[in-house]
């Protein structure tokens, strides 16, 4: 069960009592969703901090996206998103980035989508223009920004990582379509790259694809794999988004964000061995409640007022996770799954998203909802909540009389912990929404670019987007970034069925300051340029790219 906000709190009070000057030394480097390695460190906390230790302003929204580091330089690699390229900043000073050179793509690509970076190579994922034609793989030295190599990968390579040993990178290429029935309507297969690296000079690339998987649709979407894009085959409609390694680095673990999925891949061969189905979260249970509504001031109407107001409801929440880490305990691989949610409503021909109200015209099925049914349409309870029209293939989550016997929204505003298995073991329930609730300089579910309270409640809520994981000692420490909210949550997750929180850290202030954290990044002591843990955030919206440093304490 979450962390009563009681205990959260008390835990963070605590902790804020130990003198800021004591650091831990880490031995290595985190698995991290933009890129990195496993982190190790020889003492154990009982306690850890965040603090804002400096930040680069890139002036621009979309400026700071992905990070990446590389040690031997202390540079830093920044996705803009704003100009699509690569921002090179120095990070000698951390408490002053400066920025030193860029890299521009535009000689062979449109955009920047995510960085890597291993030993002195970075590895940029690189869409074309348009996005559905294949996308590149460039290397380049971290130390003089020259150019090694670029090879072909699937289309729109939205995400890029090393292998834990460094000898591959592994794209997620998502493979979105331009449109759905449109003249001119191109579907690019999903996919994921699998490129040998060679040193950078001299690269090779396999493709593991989801072709074999094209005759098995019904089987799929049976199990609850969502495949529902309009005339789309499973390959099409596949649309991979981030991935994280088994310990040996043998098997690749792939989010499939709009298809509520996790795609398994063997590495060597370059086949996805599986695809699983993630399922969805019941918000009627105890600690698994949302805030549904902006208007849930006042009682059965539809023209309230916003109010903070957590509760129970009988919604479906589908997972639909963005970045993904791993970690290991006593031998067992588990992953951590940033539940953002995402819907297909932004290409011409086919709109998911829609309201509970809006899409329940002929009511809710009485025999599902019981005998508040007419009263939960209301904007004041889930009237105004965001769901899905499409909820996997054809179906509309209605009975044979129009009405509504079923509601799934975006995202679960969780984390989740699976195992190898991609079996759940844990939901950080309302435990998000609990914890932004009252904070001093933002409004309870306002969103990146705005300070209104309630604003994302019929949405997605703080909207977790951003994972990694790092060891500190005997304990595995998870860093979760709220896109929305923002801010950055910190929890002890070594019993992965018994997560305890730790710290959050929110450095927006109203509409200014960080807003919209996208990427996060570990760099460990032994790594860092002043010596101490450090936790990279690229703030999309307000375009900062921010070091936070991780204070632990004995």
Same mark, same amino acid.
């Given at each position: 069960?979450?962390?009563?906000?009681?205990?959260?709190?008390?835990?963070?009070?605590?902790?804020?009592?130990?003198?800021?000057?004591? /650091? %831990?030394?880490? +031995? &290595?480097?985190? #698995?991290?969703?933009?890129?990195?390695?496993?982190? @190790?460190?020889?003492?154990?906390? $009982?306690?850890?901090?965040?603090?804002?230790?400096?930040?680069?302003?890139?002036?621009?929204?979309?400026?700071?996206?992905?990070?990446?580091?590389?040690?031997?330089?202390?540079?830093?690699?920044?996705?803009?998103?704003?100009?699509?390229?690569?921002?090179?900043?120095?990070?000698?000073?951390?408490?002053?980035?400066?920025?030193?050179?860029?890299?521009?793509?535009?000689?062979?690509?449109?955009?920047?989508?995510?960085?890597?970076?291993?030993? /002195? %190579?970075?590895? +940029? &994922?690189?869409? #074309?223009?348009?996005?559905?034609?294949?996308?590149? @793989?460039?290397?380049?030295?971290? $130390?003089?920004?020259?150019?090694?190599?670029?090879?072909?990968?699937?289309?729109?390579?939205?995400?890029?990582?090393?292998?834990?040993?460094?000898?591959?990178?592994?794209?997620?290429?998502?493979?979105?379509?331009?449109?759905?029935?449109?003249?001119?309507?191109?579907?690019?297969?999903?996919?994921?790259?699998?490129?040998?690296?060679?040193?950078?000079?001299?690269?090779?690339?396999?493709?593991?694809?989801?072709?074999?998987?094209?005759?098995?649709?019904?089987?799929?979407? &049976?199990?609850?794999?969502?495949?529902?894009?309009?005339?789309?085959? @499973?390959?099409?409609?596949?649309?991979?988004?981030?991935?994280?390694?088994?310990?040996?680095?043998?098997?690749?673990?792939?989010?499939?964000?709009?298809?509520?999925?996790?795609?398994?891949?063997?590495?060597?061969?370059?086949?996805?061995?599986?695809?699983?189905?993630?399922?969805?979260?019941?918000?009627?249970?105890?600690?698994?409640?949302?805030?549904?509504?902006?208007?849930?001031?006042?009682?059965?109407?539809?023209?309230?007022?916003?109010?903070?107001?957590?509760?129970?409801?009988?919604?479906?929440?589908?997972?639909?996770?963005?970045?993904?880490?791993?970690?290991?305990?006593?031998?067992?691989?588990?992953?951590?799954?940033?539940?953002?949610?995402?819907?297909?409503?932004?290409?011409?021909?086919?709109?998911?998203?829609?309201?509970?109200?809006?899409?329940?015209?002929?009511?809710?099925?009485?025999?599902?909802?019981?005998?508040?049914?007419?009263?939960?349409?209301?904007?004041?309870?889930?009237?105004?909540?965001?769901?899905?029209?499409?909820?996997?293939?054809?179906?509309?989550?209605?009975?044979?009389?129009?009405?509504?016997?079923?509601?799934?929204?975006?995202?679960?505003?969780?984390?989740?912990?699976?195992?190898?298995?991609?079996?759940?073991?844990?939901?950080?329930?309302?435990?998000?929404?609990?914890?932004?609730?009252?904070?001093?300089?933002?409004?309870?579910?306002?969103?990146?670019?705005?300070?209104?309270?309630?604003?994302?409640?019929?949405?997605?809520?703080?909207?977790?987007?951003?994972?990694?994981?790092?060891?500190?000692?005997?304990?595995?420490?998870?860093?979760?970034?709220?896109?929305?909210?923002?801010?950055?949550?910190?929890?002890?997750?070594?019993?992965?069925?018994?997560?305890?929180?730790?710290?959050?850290?929110?450095?927006?202030?109203?509409?200014?300051?960080?807003?919209?954290?996208?990427?996060?990044?570990?760099?460990?002591?032994?790594?860092?340029?002043?010596?101490?843990?450090?936790?990279?955030?690229?703030?999309?919206?307000?375009?900062?790219?921010?070091?936070?440093?991780?204070?632990?304490?004995?």
């Amino acid at each position: 069960m979450p962390v009563t906000l009681m205990s959260r709190f008390s835990r963070l009070c605590n902790a804020r009592l130990w003198p800021l000057g004591l /650091g %831990l030394t880490l +031995l &290595a480097a985190v #698995s991290a969703c933009g890129g990195g390695d496993a982190a @190790v460190d020889d003492a154990t906390p $009982a306690s850890i901090k965040l603090i804002r230790l400096g930040a680069y302003e890139g002036g621009a929204l979309g400026a700071a996206e992905i990070t990446a580091y590389d040690a031997s330089s202390q540079r830093l690699f920044v996705v803009n998103g704003a100009n699509g390229s690569v921002d090179v900043l120095d990070l000698r000073n951390p408490a002053a980035p400066s920025k030193v050179g860029s890299i521009d793509v535009t000689s062979f690509g449109a955009a920047v989508n995510s960085v890597a970076v291993h030993d /002195g %190579l970075v590895a +940029l &994922a690189v869409e #074309s223009n348009p996005k559905t034609a294949p996308g590149t @793989v460039a290397f380049y030295n971290a $130390a003089d920004l020259r150019l090694l190599s670029r090879v072909t990968v699937g289309a729109q390579p939205d995400m890029i990582v090393f292998t834990p040993d460094g000898k591959r990178v592994l794209t997620a290429n998502e493979g979105e379509p331009s449109s759905y029935g449109q003249l001119g309507s191109v579907d690019p297969e999903g996919s994921i790259s699998i490129v040998t690296v060679n040193g950078g000079t001299a690269p090779t690339v396999a493709t593991a694809d989801f072709r074999a998987f094209n005759s098995r649709a019904a089987e799929l979407r &049976a199990a609850g794999v969502r495949i529902y894009g309009p005339g789309a085959s @499973v390959a099409q409609d596949l649309e991979p988004e981030y991935i994280a390694f088994s310990a040996d680095g043998g098997k690749a673990f792939v989010t499939l964000q709009e298809n509520n999925a996790i795609a398994i891949v063997d590495v060597a061969t370059a086949t996805v061995t599986d695809i699983k189905a993630l399922g969805w979260k019941d918000h009627s249970l105890a600690g698994m409640g949302l805030d549904a509504s902006d208007e849930d001031g006042g009682t059965n109407t539809n023209s309230g007022t916003p109010l903070l107001k957590i509760a129970n409801y009988p919604v479906r929440g589908l997972y639909l996770p963005d970045a993904i880490a791993s970690y290991t305990v006593g031998g067992n691989t588990f992953f951590i799954t940033a539940n953002e949610g995402d819907a297909r409503a932004d290409w011409p021909g086919f709109n998911e998203e829609t309201r509970v109200r809006q899409h329940c015209t002929a009511g809710l099925d009485p025999a599902v909802f019981g005998a508040n049914a007419a009263n939960l349409l209301f904007d004041s309870n889930l009237g105004r909540l965001r769901i899905t029209a499409t909820p996997n293939g054809g179906t509309d989550g209605k009975n044979s009389a129009g009405q509504c016997n079923v509601l799934y929204s975006f995202g679960a505003r969780s984390f989740s912990i699976w195992n190898s298995n991609v079996e759940r073991v844990y939901d950080s329930g309302e435990d998000l929404e609990r914890l932004t609730s009252a904070l001093p300089n933002a409004n309870f579910n306002a969103s990146h670019d705005n300070n209104t309270l309630d604003a994302r409640s019929p949405s997605k809520g703080p909207e977790p987007e951003g994972v990694v994981v790092a060891q500190f000692g005997s304990k595995q420490i998870a860093f979760i970034g709220l896109e929305r909210v923002g801010g950055v949550a910190v929890y002890d997750v070594t019993n992965p069925r018994a997560p305890v929180f730790m710290d959050y850290l929110n450095t927006r202030n109203g509409t200014g300051g960080d807003l919209g954290p996208e990427g996060l990044h570990f760099i460990p002591a032994a790594k860092s340029p002043n010596g101490k843990a450090l936790l990279i955030v690229g703030h999309e919206v307000s375009g900062t790219t921010t070091v936070l440093q991780i204070n632990a304490f004995r």
